[in-house]
Nanobody, 121 residues
Framework: QVQLVESGGGLVQFGGSLRLSCAAS????????IGWFRQAPGKEREGVSC????????YYADSVKGRFTISRDNAKSTVYLQMNSLKPEDTAVYYC??????????????WGQGTQVTVSS
């Protein structure tokens, strides 16, 4: 059973930093993409950043490029999102997401429970 458990959210002032963690377990494939989405009140969920298991390729939304960094610790099965220079518009619930690719090419989508990030101005 795949589980994604986020931690590290909280309240921070404008310009501050936070590091989110996503501890993953139960993966049934070595091929996957894992990363972060966020959803602000009244807005749609949007992709923030992700990293590929195969070659470590990363993706960042334009709104966070240069401020956020995604990384992984394979030994701990954990993915991190280092968030610097935070802005009030970064306030949202952040969700860890994993897409696992099976040997047959099908994909399965998994979500964590979410962690709140609030940036005060």
């Amino acid at each position: 059973q795949v589980q994604l458990v986020e931690s590290g959210g909280g309240l921070v002032q404008f310009g501050g930093s936070l590091r989110l963690s996503c501890a993953a377990s139960g993966f049934t494939s070595d091929y996957y993409t894992i990363g972060w989405f966020r959803q602000a009140p009244g807005k749609e969920r949007e992709g923030v950043s992700c990293i590929s298991s195969s070659d470590g390729t990363t993706y960042y939304a334009d709104s966070v490029k240069g401020r956020f960094t995604i990384s992984r610790d394979n030994a701990k099965s954990t993915v991190y999102l280092q968030m610097n220079s935070l802005k009030p518009e970064d306030t949202a619930v952040y969700y860890c997401n994993a897409v696992l690719i099976s040997a047959y090419g099908s994909d399965s989508n998994y979500w964590g429970q979410g962690t709140q990030v609030t940036v005060s101005s």
